[in-house]
């Protein structure tokens, strides 16, 4: 069974969240195109936005991208 290739760029916006969640710096942002780079950087900065309002961990869980209920 082939995988399907996921969007790219709702892949940056994930991996921008984790990464702000995790308290990483903005500037380790490793895409370079523009399109990419900038929806990492919003993912990155949604994520830092929930962890500072304490939204991390269990409390969190609701916010993380790719999860349903």
């Known amino acids: 069974m082939k ?10 916006y994930k991996r921008g969240y984790q990464a702000g969640q995790g308290g990483k710096s903005k500037s380790q942002c490793p895409t370079e195109t523009p399109t990419t780079k ?18 991390s961990g269990v409390s969190g869980i609701h916010k993380i991208p790719g999860i349903t209920t």
Not at 3 to 12: L, M, N, Y
């Open 3 to 12: 995988r399907q290739k996921r969007d790219v760029c709702e892949r940056a």
């Open 38 to 55: 900038q929806q990492w950087l919003t993912g990155w900065r949604d994520g830092r936005v929930d962890n500072w309002e304490g939204m």
